[in-house]
């Protein structure tokens, strides 16, 4: 099987200041990989590299056989819309849309994508579709925004600390979620965290320190997200 995405060398400078040191991975198809590591380890700007979000200072990040480090901008913006989603800390809607209309932006094309109504019953959001965020809760606006997210059925799902802002009840309903929706789409997820937990439900964990991957570990035994325990 080959890689979806590959990353060979990849350094990144902010003002002088090396944060990735030449780091290089293969990610495989319809897994779930958490880059794990401290705040200022370098893993939030390798996500965003990888993602497009970024460009490295050097290096070279491939999806399948193509070099997007070395796509133009339209380029770069056009595999951005129809193959990868990003999932951020903060839920990023659109306060004056409704719930509806937030997850239908972010569908590539109505031919290709998932149903609005069946997503939204996955997630446990349908009875919330023509409510505005301001009358959600937190979990219940993360759910929106990974609609949002996967509804154009991307190849990757980018999530960077998605369950941040969460509480430990909601942080285990959204893991679960992604792992679901990773078995059932197909999904290749990379998750960003600090939390051990989150990791321990992964089926591969990449920590990073002072920018580079200081360990690689397949886990043979992954747990359910319901067994995570917060500290």
């Not at 590299?49 to 399948?64: D, E, M, Q």
């Amino acid at each position: 099987m080959e890689a979806i995405l590959k990353a060979e060398k990849i350094e990144k400078i902010f003002k002088q200041e090396k944060i990735l040191k030449g780091i290089s991975l293969e990610i495989m198809p319809n897994s779930f990989t958490v880059l794990l590591g401290p705040s200022g380890s370098g893993k939030t700007t390798l996500l965003n590299i990888l993602s497009g979000l970024l460009k490295p200072s050097s290096g070279k990040v491939y999806y399948k056989d193509k070099a997007i480090t070395e796509f133009s901008k339209n380029q770069l913006a056009d595999w951005k819309r129809k193959n990868v989603s990003n999932i951020f800390q903060s839920y990023l809607l659109l306060n004056n849309l409704t719930v509806r209309e937030n997850i239908e932006i972010g569908m590539f094309s109505p031919d290709n994508g998932l149903p609005l109504d069946e997503l939204s019953h996955l997630l446990e959001i349908h009875h919330l579709l023509d409510k505005f965020p301001s009358e959600l809760s937190g979990g219940q606006q993360q759910r929106v925004a990974i609609a949002r997210a996967v509804i154009k059925k991307p190849d990757i799902l980018f999530c960077d600390e998605a369950t941040g802002a969460l509480d430990e009840n909601n942080s285990k309903k959204v893991v679960a979620l992604l792992h679901h929706l990773k078995q059932s789409l197909g999904l290749t997820v990379i998750f960003v965290t600090h939390n051990l937990q989150i990791a321990e439900t992964a089926d591969r964990v990449i920590t990073i320190k002072d920018g580079l991957i200081h360990q690689d570990k397949i886990n043979q035994n992954p747990i359910s997200a319901y067994e995570m325990i917060w500290g």
